[in-house]
């Protein structure tokens, strides 16, 4: 899924950089957006890192079968 | 390798665990807590350098809030600006050296977006009265209300998540690197870790705040710039 992330973090900073050399004087505006939006698109990733360190150190899975 | 998800336990008070995570809570609430008393003590109107440099940090969170929430900034500066100052600082701990930043564990974290949480409700129903909160779970169409209700769950778990995995996977892999390679090595990724914390303060507040503005904008009037003079000061 990490590849996922990567990408569409790509797309949204060249989405990003296309407006901003479109419309400078909303510069401040459109890298706020983008920061909360990257924030989103990294979440993702970081759900893979906690869902890995889940299964090594605290795994539910194996306190089921005994 | 020690486990993220566990956390050193120094000392009971009762039956009641103390872990190194929380006493490093308390060292940061105190620090502001007397830092702000001592910044704030003498106030004048023609500030001197040191007050200049901290109304500037005001300033910037109530321009944030002015810009992302469209109202005045009054009634939430305080929770805005602790919540980033509090995260910032706790992400930033970490340049001391042997302490472990206690926003890189699961209770910390659970703490401030269980405030969020509680937060949105309080401002909501503060802002537009008991009904006027309930009533923006049926918002677009009442077919809406169950997922509006998992929602607001639903983001207060990815608000703990994001915190959490951001800080703590920066901590992970200065511990990995550093037991593979050794002294001086991981300190480019300690900066990383820097800008990640610094990054993930601002966000976390900005998404507050959006969390906060999406009950209360509604019957809120738009913040006028401060254009017209202060009737009062004209001669």
Same mark, same amino acid.
């Given at each position: 899924m990490n590849w996922l992330a990567l990408a569409s973090e790509g797309r949204a900073v060249a989405a990003a950089m296309d407006a901003i050399a479109r419309q400078p004087e909303s510069a401040s505006t459109i890298s706020r957006t983008l920061f909360v939006g990257l924030a989103m698109i990294e979440t993702m990733a970081i759900y893979c890192l906690v869902i890995a360190l889940l299964l090594l150190f605290a795994n539910p899975l194996l306190k089921l079968t005994p | 390798m020690n486990s993220p998800l566990t956390s050193v336990t120094l000392f009971h008070v009762g039956p009641v665990p103390i872990t190194l995570p929380v006493v490093v809570t308390w060292a940061i609430m105190a620090l502001l807590v007397l830092g702000g008393r001592l910044l704030t003590r003498?106030?004048?109107?023609?500030?001197?350098k040191t007050q200049a440099a901290f109304e500037l940090i005001v300033d910037t969170v109530d321009s944030q809030i002015r810009e992302t929430m469209?109202?005045?900034p009054g009634p939430y500066r305080a929770f805005i600006g602790t919540l980033f100052v509090f995260i910032f600082v706790a992400n930033w701990s970490s340049l001391v050296p042997g302490v472990e930043p206690p926003? =890189?564990?699961l209770e910390t974290d659970a703490a401030l977006a269980l405030l969020v949480f509680v937060a949105v409700i309080w401002f909501g129903i503060r802002a537009v009265g008991m009904k006027g909160y309930l009533a923006t779970f049926a918002?677009?169409?009442?077919?809406m209300i169950p997922l509006n209700f998992l929602e607001s769950l639903t983001r207060t778990f990815s608000l703990l998540v994001r915190l959490f995995g951001n800080v703590m996977s920066g901590v992970f892999v200065i511990g990995i690197i550093l037991s593979l =390679?050794?002294?001086?090595?991981?300190i480019p990724l300690m900066a990383l870790d820097l800008l990640t914390g610094a990054v993930q303060a601002y966000i976390f507040a900005i998404l507050a705040m959006v969390f906060i503005a999406g009950v209360v904008s509604e019957g809120q009037p738009e913040p006028t710039p401060n254009l017209a003079p202060n009737p009062r000061t004209l001669p």
């Open positions: - | 003498k106030l004048s109107l023609v500030p001197s469209r109202v005045e926003t =890189a564990h918002f677009p169409s009442p077919i =390679a050794g002294l001086l090595v991981p």
